[in-house]
């Protein structure tokens, strides 16, 4: 699987970005897909998730009621809606796919996208 995301940039706190991560090279039908984050000295953190089939998803507790993870399968794209953006949001967000169900470590996913630069500064 070759992921790609885009829509990171630079947002005051209390804006929105939404991210997208477009997926190629297989079928989807039992993938697990993931947003991780990563700041310098950090290890990567889990986001959200969410199965490329059904409807459940998973959230950060930092995040949750605040982000949203979604798909738009005929895109075999994944979208991650960050609202109400916090400064300690700041950082690099990673893309990642996985075969099974969903994972909250970064040592379960095989594929990774080449991240994209959230910055949340006034």
């Known amino acids: 699987v070759q992921l790609m995301e885009s829509g990171g940039g630079l947002v005051q706190p209390g804006g929105s970005l939404r991210l997208s991560c477009a997926a190629s090279?297989?079928?989807?039908?039992?993938?697990?897909m993931g947003w991780f984050r990563q700041t310098s000295g950090k290890e990567r953190e889990f986001v959200a998730a969410?199965?490329?089939?059904?409807?459940?998803?998973y959230y950060a507790d930092s995040v949750k009621g605040r982000f949203a993870i979604s798909r738009d399968n005929a895109k075999n794209t994944v979208y991650l809606q960050m609202n109400s953006l916090k400064p300690e949001d700041t950082a690099v967000y990673y893309c990642?796919?996985?075969?099974?169900?969903?994972?909250?470590?970064?040592?379960?996913?095989?594929?990774w996208g080449q991240g994209t630069q959230v910055t949340v500064s006034s």
């Open positions: 969410i199965k490329w089939t059904g409807s459940n998803t």
């Open positions: 090279g297989r079928t989807f039908s039992n993938v697990a």
């Open positions: 990642a796919a996985r075969t099974g169900g969903i994972a909250y470590y970064t040592n379960s996913y095989d594929n």
